[in-house]
Structures are given as structure tokens and as C-alpha cells.
Nanobody, 129 residues
Framework: QVQLVESGGGLVQAGGSLRLPCAAS????????MGWFRQAPGKERELVAA????????SYVDSLKGRFAISRDNAKNTLYLQMNSLNLEDTAVYCC??????????????????????WGQGTQVTVSS
């Protein structure tokens, strides 16, 4: 069973930056494809970014390209989300998710919510004006 714990959220002014780590335990991290999702008040959960188990392939929702960056450190069992130029619409609970993948799938990332088997509790990001 994989446990995921997000941190790094908080209150930030518009235009600021945050870096969210997601620490994984209880599993084999470099076998996990991973993703970041967010859910704003009154809205459905949506994909932010996804990354393959190797880290070599990434995907972003179009509206966030250029501002957000997903990365992973397999030696530290940690996934990251770097968020820059934050605006009010980025206010949400950010969750990381994981899915075991086979070696042949090491360059594949997953964008669909239902593809993931393990989820963290999330961390709140609030952007103020």
C-alpha cells in the first residue's frame, strides 16, 4: 500500500510561487507513474500535471503550461509541483496520486483521474489579491 503525503501549501499573494512536495512511502517509488490534481471550491477535481515513472515524460493541462512544473526525485521518493505566477484561480486543494506501471510503460504518464490507485489527502493553496 502506497501512502502519499503532500505539504508546502499555504497562503500566497498573487504573482507569488510555491513548491509542493509529495512524499511517498510503503511502495516502490520508481515503479509509480504520478500526477498532481486540484479541486477548487464548487468545482470538480482536475488534472494539473502528470509524470511517468522514469520522469522522462510529462504532461500539463494547457492553461497551466509555462507556469507550473512537475518533477520527481526517485532517490528521495518525492514528487514535486513548482507553481509560479500564481493567480486567484489557482486557489484549490492540491493532491498527488500514484499508479504502479510496468517497466515497458516507464515513459507513459496518465491524465485520467480514474487511472490512479493511490491518493494523498491534499494540501490547501490559497492565493490572495
Amino acid at each position: 500500500q502506497v501512502q502519499l503525503v503532500e505539504s508546502g501549501g499555504g497562503l500566497v499573494q498573487a504573482g507569488g510561487s510555491l513548491r509542493l512536495p509529495c512524499a511517498a512511502s510503503g511502495g516502490t517509488f520508481d515503479m509509480l507513474a504520478m500526477g498532481w490534481f486540484r479541486q477548487a471550491p464548487g468545482k470538480e477535481r482536475e488534472l494539473v500535471a502528470a509524470i511517468s515513472r522514469s520522469g522522462g515524460s510529462t504532461s500539463y493541462v494547457d492553461s497551466l503550461k509555462g507556469r507550473f512544473a512537475i518533477s520527481r526525485d526517485n532517490a528521495k521518493n518525492t514528487l514535486y509541483l513548482q507553481m509560479n505566477s500564481l493567480n486567484l484561480e489557482d486557489t484549490a486543494v492540491y493532491c498527488c496520486a500514484a499508479k504502479y506501471t510496468a517497466l515497458l510503460e516507464r515513459a507513459i504518464y496518465y491524465s485520467a483521474i480514474h487511472a490512479y490507485d493511490f491518493w494523498g489527502q491534499g494540501t490547501q493553496v490559497t492565493v490572495s489579491s
